[in-house]
């Protein structure tokens, strides 16, 4: 306490005065090898927040950072160590940038070995944290818990798993902190040329960071830092003399590099729109060289376009790129085997029969989702220079099987798949075509590179079947045609002829009411214009109604022809010469058509640079905009911390006078015994961050923690029965370490004893071979004679028992179809028997249940008459308890009649039960 003190009454300005008359720096820190050994002793004292301030503020004091030397670099490395241990990423961007203007072009080295440094302590970080989070997800109190109450209530209310929220609390933070410093980094190196490897390097490892994380959004986001800063490498915004050269071809075979390392990246994470730009990239670098790629570079580049290209869906480039890729490898490859041939051409075979069938070009830009013809014609444009192809139009079906067929590209491929293009291509023979590709289709399933070509060649075989079908039958059961299509189901046929109607290439009308499909219905329209290929026997009828004035007209200049033959070279002659009398004329008329075209391309071309130039002034002054903008962000960015620090300041003021209270207090309380225990468990820094009420919490703390200590101790003594066998294991793993070692040598030393016995035992071997052979190469044309007798008795030995066996094997035949039309009859008989068993057990079971039925019947007839006979019973005793009243109310008439007074009091009297029961309730005794 007594050094920061001391510490503080130098540093620290005196109350009241303004940061506008304060030093630019205090005089303590007006050298550099000071500032760094008190950020030092800063951060031996705990105060490493403090000592990052202090070296920020030597890096950003441009007054003694006019030259570097290499008191700067110790500086920096330790800047970058507190930031990075402080997680300060906006620090060490600052200070990274400070140092690079400190450097200029004296050092550059230096700058390097910073940002290696930087580089790989957060690399090393987020190894670290990554084990940490493991560790923490493994740290299970009770392995046979599946579910703690606090991972069921976190379930409830989140997706995330135990091990997600361990990740984001301990792992994300330097993850960010790390992409940061990629970020930070890349800005920095750009459009650099010393640095440009460094820079290459750096974006490599950023892609295998955003790869081993699963990082996507951030690969984005890289993905488009680096396509901006090659435009500025392209469009640099002023000439500097480190700027980096694309003529180079050292420069343009490091950006080459870094974009194959992003595509492979791009396509391994499934971001396929990142791979398509990384795709564009490399094509635009490689126009802007001047030499011819290396072949290997070329075939990877291949493979990734057409992988791109299958995924976005467009069959027919991918099918063109793998054409490139095969002829690529056919002429450029030393050790071309025929195993490598043949699945590239198995390979090029399917991905030209997968692309799709397609209407003309105007139908096609009609379904598509394109706005104008323009838009379309672009893309084509665009992924034909993918391509790097000498033709400029967009590669067709038909072009690229008749390539196959020219380039003799079909003599590699796989014989099965031969078939196939035989059956698809050329074979004309509806009902059977997907039988006989059935089992091509489970051949190809076999092969896991062509298997995902199935799906695109079962479109294509339905709709070579649909136009086949159609120049043959007029209609079709449902039913019929789901039985010539094997791998399709009705609802999948259904499907694919309404998406066919829909797309223009097949005339078809499906009806649900009769279940049928009509092929060519109407008469007067026929399918979009398109060139005939594939198997054709004949047209269509509306094709027919359409081409019949273009066929009449051929066949009358036939006839006219034949009849007059002199007439039509007449008129060809008159033809002839009217064309050569108008030529001068025509001539002229086009030489001022060109002279006039050429005028109009003039004045486009100078519209189009002067709309170019207007746009570029355009960015410029969005350019200036955005420079301005970011200049007074950072004003008011240094303006803000500048605050912050004044703030600090302040409040560090305020610490250290509540610090030198806590301290009078704790002498205090160094005079009690459970004080004294208390403070001798407490740092003397730890002792600086707390005040009297922490102290005192610390104290119950300690209370607290001698307990459960006394508890450890007694759960401790249970486990040291354990510890001698641990002790003696540990001795016993050095001496089985040497013991491995001494038989490992052992066993090396017999096995080179044996070797060296098993070669004498071989050459021995070879010579007596050697001898035996001298030996008994007399005898070797009486020992061909030998085998040519041998092989004679035994050819006719074999004739002799083949008979026997095939005698054998009819009679066993003969046999076998006697015992199965016995094992027939028998079974008949044992059906019939069992037949019978059934009916006379149903029989038994119906008589059964009649029976059970009278049963049941009788009894409750009888339970009816029963019930009568009770019925009729209480019956009886209800009248003669009726006639008992009737008895005793007339011998009570015939009695003198009471006075008047009972008799208006005694009320009606009731039956003999009524009596009965009142009595009873008065609690007399009953009559009976």
């Given at each position: 306490l007594g050094a920061h003190s001391l510490f503080f009454s130098f540093s620290l300005p005196a109350r009241g005065r303004g940061r506008e008359h304060q030093p630019a720096m205090p005089p303590f820190f007006i050298k550099p090898e000071n500032a760094l050994g008190k950020a030092r002793d800063l951060e031996n004292v705990g105060k490493p927040a403090l000592a990052l301030e202090t070296l920020h503020d030597v890096i950003t004091n441009r007054r003694y950072n006019k030259q570097w030397t290499k008191v700067h670099?110790?500086?920096?490395?330790?800047?970058?160590?507190?930031?990075?241990?402080?997680?300060?990423?906006?620090?060490?961007?600052?200070?990274?940038?400070?140092?690079?203007?400190?450097?200029?072009?004296?050092?550059?080295?230096?700058?390097?070995?910073?940002?290696?440094?930087?580089?790989?302590?957060?690399?090393?970080?987020?190894?670290?944290?990554?084990?940490?989070?493991?560790?923490?997800?493994?740290?299970?109190?009770?392995?046979?818990?599946?579910?703690?109450?606090?991972?069921?209530?976190?379930?409830?209310?989140?997706?995330?798993?135990?091990?997600?929220?361990?990740?984001?609390?301990?792992?994300?933070?330097?993850?960010?902190?790390?992409?940061?410093?990629?970020?930070?980094?890349?800005?920095?190196?750009?459009?650099?040329?010393?640095?440009?490897?460094?820079?290459?390097?750096?974006?490599?490892?950023?892609?295998?960071?955003?790869?081993?994380?699963?990082?996507?959004?951030?690969?984005?986001?890289?993905?488009?830092?680096?396509?901006?800063?090659?435009?500025?490498?392209?469009?640099?915004?002023?000439?500097?003399?480190?700027?980096?050269?694309?003529?180079?071809?050292?420069?343009?075979?490091?950006?080459?590099?870094?974009?194959?390392?992003?595509?492979?990246?791009?396509?391994?994470?499934?971001?396929?729109?990142?791979?398509?730009?990384?795709i564009e990239d490399i094509a635009l670098l490689m126009e802007r060289s001047t030499k011819t790629p290396k072949p290997q570079m070329l075939a990877l580049y291949y493979t990734k376009l057409s992988t791109v290209f299958w995924m976005s869906k467009d069959y027919v480039y991918h099918a063109a790129a793998c054409h490139r890729l095969f002829h690529l490898s056919k002429e450029l490859k030393k050790n071309f085997s025929n195993e490598e041939a043949q699945a590239l051409a198995s390979t090029v075979l399917l991905a030209t029969l997968s692309v799709p069938i397609r209407a003309s070009q105007e139908v096609e830009m009609q379904l598509a989702e394109y706005a104008t013809?323009?838009?379309?014609?672009?893309?084509?444009?665009?992924?034909?220079?993918?391509?790097?192809?000498?033709?400029?139009?967009?590669?067709?079906?038909?072009?690229?099987?008749?390539?196959?067929?020219?380039?003799?590209?079909?003599?590699?491929v796989d014989f099965e798949l031969k078939d196939l293009f035989h059956w698809i291509e050329r074979e004309f023979h509806p009902l059977q075509l997907c039988k006989k590709v059935q089992p091509l289709f489970e051949h190809i399933a076999k092969q896991e590179q062509l298997k995902k070509y199935i799906e695109p060649l079962r479109n294509i075989v339905l709709v070579r079947l649909f136009k086949q079908l159609s120049q043959i039958y007029s209609s079709m059961k449902v039913s019929t045609l789901c039985r010539l299509i094997p791998f399709a189901d009705a609802f999948q046929i259904e499907k694919f002829v309404v998406q066919a109607i829909k797309d223009q290439y097949l005339q078809m009308r499906l009806c649900h009411r009769t279940k049928s499909i009509s092929f060519g219905a109407n008469m007067f329209t026929s399918q979009a214009d398109e060139v005939d290929e594939g198997p054709q026997l004949q047209s269509l009828q509306s094709e027919m109604v359409r081409s019949q004035l273009t066929t009449l007209s051929k066949r009358l200049h036939q006839a006219v022809d034949l009849i007059n033959p002199a007439a039509r070279q007449q008129m060809l002659q008159r033809r002839h010469a009217a064309i050569y009398e108008n030529l001068p004329g025509k001539v002229e008329r086009e030489h001022r058509q060109m002279l006039e075209r050429k005028g109009i391309i003039e004045k486009r071309v100078e519209y189009i640079e002067a709309l170019g130039k207007i746009r570029a002034n355009e960015e410029l002054e969005r350019q200036q905009r955005q420079r301005e903008e970011a200049r007074q962000q950072e004003a008011a960015r240094l303006a803000e911390e500048a605050e912050r620090r004044n703030k600090q300041r302040i409040e560090r003021e305020r610490e250290e006078i509540e610090k030198q209270q806590a301290m009078e207090r704790l002498e205090n309380m160094r005079k009690t015994a459970i004080g004294l225990r208390t403070l001798e468990t407490l740092k003397p820094e730890d002792l600086a961050e707390m005040d009297a009420d922490e102290i005192l919490a610390k104290q119950v703390e300690q209370l607290e923690k001698e307990r459960r200590e006394q508890a450890t101790k007694l759960r401790a003594q249970e486990k040291r029965v354990d510890y001698l066998e641990r002790a003696k294991r540990l001795e016993e793993l050095p001496l089985l370490k040497e013991?491995?070692?001494?038989?490992?040598?052992?066993?090396?030393?017999?096995?080179?004893?044996?070797?060296?016995?098993?070669?004498?035992?071989?050459?021995?071997?070879?010579?007596?071979?050697?001898?035996?052979?001298?030996?008994?190469?007399?005898?070797?044309?009486?020992?061909?004679?030998?085998?040519?007798?041998?092989?004679?008795?035994?050819?006719?030995?074999?004739?002799?028992?083949?008979?026997?066996?095939?005698?054998?094997?009819?009679?066993?035949?003969?046999?076998?179809?006697?015992?199965?039309?016995?094992?027939?009859?028998?079974?008949?008989?044992?059906?019939?028997?069992?037949?019978?068993?059934?009916?006379?057990?149903?029989?038994?079971?119906?008589?059964?249940?009649?029976?059970?039925?009278?049963?049941?019947?009788?009894?409750?007839?009888?339970?009816?008459?029963?019930?009568?006979?009770?019925?009729?019973?209480?019956?009886?005793?209800?009248?003669?308890?009726?006639?008992?009243?009737?008895?005793?109310?007339?011998?009570?008439?015939?009695?003198?009649?009471?006075?008047?007074?009972?008799?208006?009091?005694?009320?009606?009297?009731?039956?003999?039960r009524d009596r009965e029961r009142e009595r009873q309730n008065a609690g007399g005794p009953s009559s009976a």
């Open positions: 670099e110790d500086i920096m490395v330790k800047y970058i160590d507190l930031c990075i241990s402080l997680r300060k990423a906006h620090l060490a961007k600052d200070g990274l940038h400070q140092y690079r203007n400190i450097v200029g072009q004296t050092a550059i080295s230096s700058l390097e070995t910073i940002i290696k440094h930087y580089l790989q302590s957060s690399e090393k970080r987020v190894e670290e944290a990554r084990g940490e989070s493991e560790r923490v997800a493994l740290d299970v109190d009770d392995l046979e818990a599946s579910e703690t109450p606090e991972s069921l209530l976190l379930a409830m209310v989140s997706d995330e798993g135990a091990k997600d929220r361990t990740d984001r609390v301990v792992l994300t933070p330097w993850l960010k902190f790390l992409w940061e410093a990629y970020r930070t980094v890349l800005d920095i190196l750009r459009n650099n040329a010393k640095l440009e490897s460094l820079y290459q390097d750096t974006a490599k490892q950023a892609f295998k960071f955003c790869l081993n994380y699963e990082r996507k959004h951030e690969f984005r986001r890289l993905c488009d830092l680096l396509r901006f800063h090659l435009q500025q490498v392209i469009n640099p915004k002023t000439a500097a003399p480190n700027n980096i050269n694309l003529n180079s071809a050292e420069s343009l075979q490091l950006h080459l590099e870094v974009r194959f390392e992003q595509l492979d990246v791009a396509s391994k994470l499934e971001l396929w729109q990142e791979a398509y730009k990384a013809p323009e838009q379309h014609t672009e893309k084509q444009v665009r992924l034909t220079n993918l391509l790097r192809s000498n033709s400029l139009n967009a590669p067709t079906r038909e072009e690229l099987i008749q390539e196959l067929v020219n380039l003799n590209i079909m003599q590699y013991h491995l070692e001494h038989t490992k040598k052992e066993n090396e030393r017999l096995w080179n004893e044996q070797l060296h016995v098993r070669i004498e035992a071989a050459k021995r071997d070879h010579a007596l071979a050697l001898e035996t052979k001298a030996r008994l190469l007399p005898v070797v044309a009486h020992q061909k004679d030998f085998v040519k007798q041998v092989m004679a008795r035994r050819t006719a030995e074999y004739q002799r028992l083949k008979e026997n066996y095939e005698a054998a094997l009819r009679r066993q035949e003969q046999e076998r179809a006697a015992q199965e039309a016995e094992r027939e009859r028998r079974e008949r008989e044992e059906e019939l028997r069992q037949q019978k068993q059934r009916q006379e057990e149903e029989a038994r079971r119906a008589q059964q249940q009649k029976e059970d039925e009278e049963r049941a019947e009788k009894q409750r007839r009888e339970r009816e008459a029963f019930t009568a006979k009770q019925n009729e019973i209480a019956e009886t005793q209800r009248r003669r308890e009726a006639e008992i009243e009737e008895r005793k109310r007339r011998e009570a008439g015939s009695a003198p009649a009471p006075s008047s007074s009972s008799s208006s009091t005694a009320g009606p009297q009731g039956s003999w």
